[in-house]
Structures are given as structure tokens and as C-alpha cells.
């Protein structure tokens, strides 16, 4: 994933990430088409994501909890390269922040150190 790569909107924006891939349609019609396919595997792993971490966490038998911790690691990984490809063809785009925006981001979350119960 190439997140130095900047787009231009319509309107003038500047956006980390790619144009929309010709493989998308530029209009939406009541056809599944290629971007919903993708966005429904997107989902269902998000959601299996979330029913194995619950299950590691509640699970007493250490190799079971070992065999769906590999499990859940392969389907990151599977997940991860969705999102990696969805961003290379397009379909998702993030906005430029500035050094100030960043700073102010980075010092409020630093702030919530202060609120943990261990030190980082």
C-alpha cells in the first residue's frame, strides 16, 4: 500500500490514496458488482475478527485457544490484504492532516496516559 500517493477530489481536496480503479463502476445500479462483493468480504471478516477474539478470550483449553489464535491471525492477514488491494484500486482514500493537526492529535491520546493504570 503506497500511502504516499496524494489525490485530488472535485473539489479541490487533497486525499492520501489512489483513483478509483476503472474495474469500479463510476455509478451505482442495482447490480452486485465487484466493489460490493469486496465490501461484503470486508464486513464478514470484521465480524469473524471479532467472534474469534471473543471466543480466545473465553476459552480454557490452551491448545484450542492456540489453534483459534492462529486461525484469527491467518484471517487478519487475509483482511488486511482486502484493505491493502480496496486501497490500491481506489475504493478507500484518507485525508492529508498538516504537522499541527497531527501534533494536536498525538497530545490529546498522550494525554490519556495519565488515566492508565501502568506506566508506557
Known amino acids: 500500500m503506497d500511502t504516499q500517493s496524494i489525490v485530488t477530489t472535485q473539489s479541490g481536496a487533497q486525499k492520501i490514496g489512489k483513483r478509483v480503479s476503472d474495474e469500479f463502476p463510476k455509478v451505482k445500479d442495482a447490480n452486485v458488482n ?3 462483493r469486496m465490501n461484503d468480504i470486508l464486513l464478514d471478516q470484521k465480524n ?5 477474539q471473543i471466543a480466545i478470550n473465553e476459552i480454557l483449553n490452551d ?3 492456540n489453534l483459534l489464535a492462529d486461525n484469527r491471525n491467518k484471517l487478519q492477514g487475509a483482511h488486511t490484504g482486502l484493505i491493502n488491494g480496496l486501497f490500491d484500486m ?3 482514500q484518507a485525508d492529508v492532516a498538516d504537522k499541527p493537526q497531527i501534533k494536536d492529535v498525538l497530545d490529546v491520546f498522550s494525554g490519556y496516559r495519565t488515566q492508565l493504570p501502568y506506566k508506557i
Open 63 to 65: 491448545d484450542l485457544r
Open 48 to 52: 469473524m475478527l471479532v467472534s474469534y
Open 90 to 92: 481506489g475504493e478507500y
Open 34 to 36: 465487484l466493489r460490493d
